[in-house]
């Protein structure tokens, strides 16, 4: 399927909805937990059973992004977008015939192995296209895309807690909510794949830079540069960091102040989980455009250093302040969606848009590496706590102290990051005809 070069005076804003229509749908990821309980009692699954087709998801997303970076550079994002549609949807499909004849493997091999590698070609599907039709505000345009993944629960989670209501939370119930969902989503995901289109010129906005300025440097030579892997090491702290806390959100606040005159519901830790996937899909938004202001490398010390700051705060003081707790977590959970929507701006800045989409998707590997990474550390530091006779917050303080030496690792690596060698460039001309090359060809 040949990259759909924008006719004359097709107007470039016309692109984020379109990622928006793919990035909303496979943020569904984030609303699993939705489905935990139900499965748990109709098969008779453990919690940690339950959880293996979004862990295996996560896992698919990095791999898939990784190994399929280069042909979604090479097909263009309709292609791309095509891919997440077929795979996404088929997941839910093939996950609706396991429920109902309650084939738990079907599950995991549907909503986990297709599915997830529908979220990883969906995930890198339009940021390169984006930061080509974008030059000159790169951060603000992944971020309005990579938003919606964050996003994409606040809409999942409520509607797949109604279908299940209605349909009913047994195996048949679940197997219509997952075929819904698979047709829902291949209709909304089409509208993307419909309206998607590559810049017909490499100066596609009026007055501002070319796509084509600086440095350009393929993904096979990005992978051999320091600054690639001082960004794996950044990104992936960063994402360990935030889904320490995400994952494990309701059962910590409940735990914090379990012992305190005012308790926390479950209500209200439904509540506190919802405000947080609001700030990581704010952050997404408001700090990736910030840091178009600031810079990238900026705006990580940021993500990094007051991090570690909001770590140390809830670690020592968080269980006598709720306003504190619950404020430190969101600034956390924002700087962890801000991380996810600022990396490819700051990856177009060291390597330039040649290949850009095929290095991101080589660098999420760091986000499959955190969310087994970012969990483990939580909860089996937790675990053994209790085990030793502790509870409430003093649950959590070891994982805490590792969490900010992690970010101060991260912050490390971030100032080493330098521009990248001239050596690993590629010449302009060379870069520049296969450009045009590929316009000819899907012109």
């Not at 390169?128 to 919606?148: H, V």
């Not at 990005?222 to 059962?251: D, H, S, Y």
Request: net charge positive.
């Amino acid at each position: 399927m040949s990259p759909p070069v924008a006719p004359p005076g097709w107007s470039r804003w016309l692109v984020p909805p379109a990622a928006l229509s793919v990035h909303l749908s496979i943020g569904q990821a984030y609303a699993w937990s939705v489905f935990k309980p139900p499965l748990e009692s109709a098969l008779g699954l453990s919690g940690t059973q339950s959880a293996l087709p979004f862990q295996l998801a996560i896992v698919m997303l990095g791999l898939s992004a990784a190994f399929g970076g280069t042909l979604v550079e090479r097909n263009g994002p309709r292609w791309a977008m095509t891919v997440a549609l077929v795979c996404f949807s088929s997941g839910f499909l093939i996950s609706a015939l396991g429920a109902a004849t309650e084939q738990y493997w079907l599950i995991v091999l549907g909503y986990g192995f297709v599915g997830g590698t529908g979220l990883g070609i969906g995930y890198i599907s339009p940021v390169s296209t984006l930061i080509k039709w974008f030059p000159d505000r790169p951060g603000m345009a992944t971020g309005i895309a990579i938003m919606g993944f964050g996003g994409g629960a606040l809409i999942a989670s409520p509607w797949s807690a109604q279908m299940l209501k209605s349909f009913g939370s047994d195996s048949s119930g679940i197997a219509v909510a997952f075929l819904v969902h698979g047709l829902s989503y291949a209709v909304f995901m089409t509208l993307g794949v419909l309206l998607v289109r590559v810049p017909r010129g490499e100066t596609p906005a009026p007055s501002g830079p070319s796509a084509l300025d600086g440095v350009q440097v393929s993904a096979r030579n990005a992978v051999r540069t320091p600054q690639f892997w001082l960004l794996w090491v950044v990104l992936c702290m960063n994402v360990t960091a935030g889904i320490g806390i995400l994952e494990k959100a309701a059962p910590m606040i409940s735990d914090f102040f379990a012992d305190s005159s005012t308790p926390v519901t479950a209500t209200a830790a439904a509540g506190f989980v919802a405000l947080l996937s609001a700030a990581n899909m704010a952050g997404r938004i408001g700090w990736s455009s910030t840091s178009d202001l600031i810079g990238r490398k900026n705006v990580y010390r940021v993500y990094l250093g007051a991090g570690a700051l909001m770590y140390a705060l809830i670690a020592w003081f968080g269980d006598s302040s709720k306003p504190l707790f619950i404020l430190s977590a969101l600034v956390i959970l924002s700087f962890y969606g801000g991380g996810f929507a600022t990396v490819p701006a700051y990856l177009k800045d060291l390597f330039g848009t040649y290949q850009v989409g095929a290095i991101h998707g080589r660098l999420l590997t760091a986000w499959s590496t955190a969310g087994v990474l970012g969990p483990l550390i939580v909860n089996r530091i937790a675990d053994h706590q209790e085990a030793a006779g502790k509870h409430g917050s003093s649950l959590y303080g070891l994982s805490f102290l590792i969490m900010i030496g992690l970010l101060a690792v991260g912050f490390v690596a971030n100032e080493f990051v330098r521009p990248v060698h001239p050596r690993h460039h590629i010449p302009a001309p060379r870069e520049a005809a296969d450009v045009a090359r590929q316009q000819s060809e899907s012109a």
